[in-house]
């Protein structure tokens, strides 16, 4: 590990030559490539998490470049994930980083992310989140979930045997939506950036204020407000 990297966030008191031990033997897994995931995987790489891996199975589109920092107009065509390996590369190649350009499967979700301490989810898809989701839940691994919809934001935190699963609130039956969200580059970045600060908070062991609570932001006014959410007695997943 390149330390000198890092002065500048070892000077916090939550972190020091501890925290940022810590976060070099962290190995973090984010789902999806885009949006979410530009803002979050640099963040992760500017933090020096040891080990990342991140799955996308898209390819890169013209109007994904809006808020997708991560690819640019040479990028339209390739896969998300080889497209953010190029760019992460380039800016942490003492990281490791591990790209997989396929989509999160009920087939494929255990193996993906089992070597990893955590799983960040970045994507539209509530079918995804609940592989991602089962997947947690049966191997006991914290999971941070975002999602934005125009100027709002949601960031919420599972933690095994303590907090609600995402199916506890989201039905098994939830199908993919056919309709493009609305989606703004401020509001994309600030909600990744409060999923990574999670991320923060969990491998570094700090207080983290979305276990079991969502984190609701409106853009419009910028405030936040959070709701608990209650573990369902009839979860199929966790209970
Ligand atoms: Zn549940």
Do not use: W
């Not at 080990?51 to 998300?80: E, M, W, Y």
């Not at 125009?150 to 699963?165: A, E, I, K, W």
């Not at 609570?213 to 966790?238: H, Q, W, Y």
Request: aromatic share 6%; charged share 15%.
């Amino acid at each position: 590990m390149n330390s000198g990297r890092y002065t500048r966030q070892i000077l916090l008191p939550e972190i020091g030559d501890i925290g940022q031990a810590k976060l070099a033997a962290a190995s973090v897994f984010v789902v999806g490539c885009g949006g979410l995931g530009s803002t979050l995987l640099y963040d992760l790489c500017g933090m020096g998490v040891g080990r990342i891996g991140f799955c996308d199975g898209d390819i890169v589109s013209l109007n994904n470049l809006n808020r997708q920092f991560l690819h640019t107009p040479a990028d339209i065509g390739k896969n998300k994930a080889q497209s953010a390996y190029e760019k992460l590369q380039a800016f942490a190649p003492e990281l490791m980083l591990e790209p997989h350009d396929t989509l999160l499967t009920d087939d494929n979700a255990i193996t993906l992310v089992s070597s990893y301490d955590l799983v960040l989810l970045a994507v539209d898809s509530i079918p995804v989140r609940l592989i991602a989701n089962r997947a947690c839940v049966s191997m006991h691994k914290p999971l941070v979930d975002a999602g934005i919809h125009g100027l709002n934001g949601s960031v919420y935190t599972y933690r095994p045997d303590q907090t609600s699963c995402l199916s506890c609130f989201y039905p098994e039956t939830s199908k993919a939506s056919a309709i493009e969200i609305p989606s703004f580059a401020p509001i994309v970045s600030a909600i990744a950036s409060l999923e990574a600060q999670c991320a923060a908070n969990i491998l570094l062991g700090l207080p983290n204020p979305t276990d079991g609570r969502m984190l609701l932001f409106d853009g419009s006014t910028m405030t936040t407000e959070f709701v608990s959410i209650a573990k369902s007695p009839n979860c199929p997943v966790c209970s």
